[in-house]
């Protein structure tokens, strides 16, 4: 593991990474989803595609990098493009991002963009959430702030005020526009019983991009752990047909 140090909106931010197959021409980059860290991604994928020069990251607020400021999705992506610009890896090649790693993914706009379970297409809350958020803020304007844990999403709790507040600005987020504008070739991955980024979600994006392949798997929104092989396979028949074209 290193650290690497850098600058952002006049604020400091220490990213944690992990490069595998150092002497490797070609990066893949991998970006994991939230509340997970670059240790998930790295033992899924550690043992495969090693024609690449793998380089793992925790984003920050994550693992072992830190964050002190609230965030947008494409905000992350930046602080990404700072850290790869500073690691000598922005030929941005492959780009391997899971859930919400998918969405800091997209705006880095690699060559080819692997979309794994990603986030991104924004989903209407239900009735239960929305009156639950409804009674959360009536709590809150009469001060009773001390219930604030009992209204939070499983993925919010025990957050950071920064991260909590990046929490909320990412899940609303809606990037139908990005995806429709990425010009680079995409391969969707997906686990067929998703329920926090469901299929439908994967069917949308591939209308959206215009040079795109999904491929359905059997399992949730962690089926790559136990696809890792295939999805390794896909992706580099994937990259040989950008090379080749």
Known sequence: MALKTIQYKQHTFSISYEILNPASKIDIVFLHGWGANKELMKSAFGKNLKTFRHIYIDLPGFGKSTNDMKLSTEEYSEIIEIFLAEISANEKEIIVGHSFGGKVALFLNPKLLVLVASAGIYRTKSFFIMAKISLFKLFKFFG????????????????SQPMYETFKIVVNEDLSAQ???FEGKALL??????????????????????????????????F??????????EILKSYLKIKQS
């Open 144 to 159: 009773l702030n001390r219930f604030r844990a009992l209204f939070l999403a499983s993925d919010a709790v025990s957050l």
């Open 179 to 181: 995806f429709e504008s």
């Open 189 to 222: 991955l997906w686990g067929r019983d998703d329920t926090a980024t469901p299929v439908e979600s994967a069917e949308y994006m591939v209308e959206l991009i215009k040079d795109s392949h999904l491929i359905i798997y059997e399992g949730d929104h962690y």
């Open 224 to 233: 790559f752990m136990s696809e890792t092989e295939d999805v390794s396979v």
